[in-house]
């Protein structure tokens, strides 16, 4: 027998537990009737429908629940009226946007299943909703995404080559990979790199395979791919591995570099080309240089005989000063020629020593007196009463001044003025570089004299009422071979050398200099800093060699061009000196046995034994003590000084000599 009520008890208790479960559940719940009404709500589908508990029992499903379709918005059929007409189970829709109370529609997916009483019969329905507003925007992103990226892939004017890890066949391949290597997209699955040239072979594959594997990450600047056709193609090769959920992916990016490549080669060897242009240039331009001197001394010499007092006739003197001229200015030219290379080079050595400026500077202004003379100019030369001492090379110091009032007097219309202004100017030195010249010979006043002047810097300025300089050439007015409008008057042009070398030469010495100009027709002015010495303490030692007559000495002229070393000999001679010639190495020490030389000028380059060789002997004879011995060569290479120091030669002096240095040197000799 059934006790009614204890039954109802457990009725109640069991829709308490249902109830107390649907609420707990993360999915929205509605329950309705046989009607249709609702019957309950858990408070997920309060959340989202809006409706109370108390707002919606016993009202229409319809209203609490009002649906409609996410593409066109018209009402879609309740889920739970179907499953109550129907009896079956509803399952997910999709698409379905639920319109809250407070009209805030929210993106669903709901399902519907009847509910049935003791008897069987259908006694509600039971509606399931989850708001799936957040999944599906995420669905959105990734689904945009993943069309991003593959239209990447698609369009990339790379290759891409998509491997699976594992195995290391191609899974996917991008059109531009199709067409480099001419392939159809199905012909690349499944297959390995190496099939299409890539690595070589599959023992090079697998060795390439397995360093990607270790690092990670792989790169080649040049690998070759063959395309379908047999035609080689070049590529640069990047390839990364990573994860794609729980799989390994390799990834190739493959880009067409044959054309980088055939322009790089082609940039090289043009390149290189040029290179070896310059080389030979520059080798030539020594060359001619070098192969100019001999001439050129031979010529020289025997106008300086010439000049000699005793021919008297005019016409002769003045074709004898045209030569002159000529002969100094092509002397100047091959001089600038030779210096190119060893600019080029950076052969160019200081011989430093330290000097007031002063002589130095007349020394320039006397060099280039004959061509303002000439040209009418008036030079106006200040330089302070004091001594300005500098440590330098002085023949270079003067090739500065020379190439500057040089430059002034050829670029200064006739009749011109030019100003040559030396002045000190305390504090530091300009640029506190030390000069890099290669060897100091001596001549260098000990260190640790007194500084009564103090140190600062001296400024060489140059300025011309002149033509001037144009402002987009002033810039590059310094470069080798930089010259002005070519179609400007230069009847007096160089080689575009002159500057290259005074900044060259300033730098070596540690100092600057600057070019100014107001434009064309406004004149130029150059300046040259240079740092300042103390002045040595007063020693009585006289600093400026004297030019002093020797007293007759016994000359040695060695050389294998008869023309030079007769003329120097002749020189020598009319200078009072007894001199002796010889053309070969071995001719040169028989001579010197018997004529026991005080002084011996050697040509380098000399048959049989060349110059350094004879010297070495010569310094292993006794007899030889005393001779001082001078080095001649064309080239006066950092390298030839340092040779001809290391033979035992005394000094060095470049051809063509000249005759003046040798009788300094014979003037001292006598001291
Ligand atoms: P070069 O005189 O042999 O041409 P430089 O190197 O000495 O070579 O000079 C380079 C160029 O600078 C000259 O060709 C000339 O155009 C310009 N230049 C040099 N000095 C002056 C100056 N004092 N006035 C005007 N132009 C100058």
């Known amino acids: 027998m059934i006790n009614p009520e204890a039954t109802d008890g457990m009725l109640q208790e069991q829709a308490k537990w249902l109830r107390e479960t649907l609420s707990g559940i993360g999915d929205a719940v509605i329950t309705v009737d046989v009607t249709g009404a609702v019957v309950f709500l858990n408070s997920s589908a309060e959340n989202l429908t809006g409706w109370t508990q108390a707002d919606a029992a016993g009202v229409p499903l319809a209203r609490v629940f009002e649906i409609v379709n996410e593409e066109t918005l018209q009402p879609v059929e309740n889920p739970a009226v179907r499953a109550l007409r129907d009896g079956v189970v509803v399952g997910l829709a999709n698409h379905t946007i639920l319109i809250a109370k407070d009209a805030v529609r929210r993106l669903i997916e709901d399902s519907a299943a009847p509910l049935c009483g003791a008897d069987g019969k259908i006694s509600g329905v039971m509606l399931v909703f989850r708001d799936v507003t957040e999944r599906r925007k995420h669905e959105e992103r990734v689904r945009h995404s993943e069309l991003r990226y593959r239209r990447l892939f698609e369009t990339a004017k790379d290759g891409i080559l998509i491997l699976d890890a594992d195995t290391g066949a191609i899974v996917d391949a991008n059109p531009f990979m199709c067409g480099l290597l001419g392939y159809e997209h199905e012909e690349f699955l499944g297959r390995e790199l190496w099939r299409f040239g890539m690595f070589g072979d599959i023992e090079a594959s697998r060795l390439a395979y397995q360093e990607l594997q270790e690092r990670g990450y792989v790169r080649y600047e040049h690998l070759p791919l063959k395309t379908k056709a047999g035609r080689q193609v070049e590529v640069e090769f990047v390839s990364n591995v990573y994860w794609v959920g729980d799989r390994r992916v390799i990834q190739c990016n493959i880009r067409d570099i044959t054309e980088r490549s055939q322009l790089e080669r082609t940039t090289q060897a043009q390149s290189q080309a040029l290179a070896d242009l310059h ?74 020593t330290s000097f007031d400026v002063h002589a130095t500077v007349e020394q320039a202004v006397a060099v280039c007196r004959p061509l303002f003379d000439r040209l009418r100019h008036a030079l106006t030369v200040s330089l302070p009463p004091e001594p300005i001492w500098i440590d330098a090379d002085p023949t270079r110091l003067e090739q500065i001044i020379v190439n500057l009032l040089n430059n002034a007097a050829k670029y200064t219309d006739e009749g011109g003025r030019i100003w040559l202004t030396v002045e000190s100017a305390s504090g530091t030195s300009p640029s506190g570089v030390s000069a890099s010249g290669e060897l100091a010979s001596g001549g260098r006043e000990p260190p640790g004299i007194s500084a009564s002047g103090g ?15 144009a402002g987009d050439v002033l810039p590059r007015i310094f470069d080798m071979f930089a010259q002005a409008d070519r179609s400007l008057e230069r009847s007096e042009g160089g080689l575009g050398i002159g500057l290259c070398l005074v900044r060259r030469l300033v730098e070596l010495h540690g100092g600057t200099v600057e070019a100014k100009s107001a434009g064309l027709g406004h004149g130029s002015e150059f300046t040259v800093r240079l740092p300042m010495q103390p002045p040595p303490a007063p020693s009585g030692a006289c600093a400026t060699p004297a030019a002093a007559a020797a007293k007759s000495k016994r000359v040695l002229v060695v050389d294998d061009n008869v023309d030079i070393a007769d003329s120097t000999a002749m020189l020598l001679e009319k200078f009072g000196h007894e001199v002796r010639t010889a053309h070969t190495g071995p001719a040169a020490l028989e001579v010197a046995r018997s004529f026991l030389p005080e002084l011996i000028l050697m040509d380098i380059g000399l048959p049989g034994m060349n110059g350094y060789e004879v010297a070495q002997r010569i310094r292993l004879e006794p007899q030889f003590e005393r001779v001082w011995l001078i080095a001649v060569t064309g080239y006066a290479r950092a390298t030839d000084v340092k040779l001809a120091e290391e033979a035992g030669f005394d000094s060095h002096l470049a051809k063509p000599i000249d005759i003046r240095r040798v009788q300094e040197t014979l003037a001292a000799l006598c001291r």
């Open 279 to 352: 080389r030979r240039k520059d080798e030539f331009l020594a060359m001619l240089s070098h192969e100019l001197r001999n001439p050129l001394a031979a010529t020289s010499n025997a106008i300086q005989l010439l000049a000699l007092p005793g021919a008297e006739d005019p016409v002769q003197q003045r074709a004898l000063k045209m030569i002159e001229r000529q002969v100094a200015h092509l002397t100047h030219l091959v001089d600038d020629l030779l210096e190119v290379s060893r600019i080029s080079t950076g052969r160019i050595r200081l011989n430093r």
């Open 455 to 469: 140190t600062g810097e001296i400024l060489i300025r140059v300025r011309d009422a002149g033509i001037g300089i």
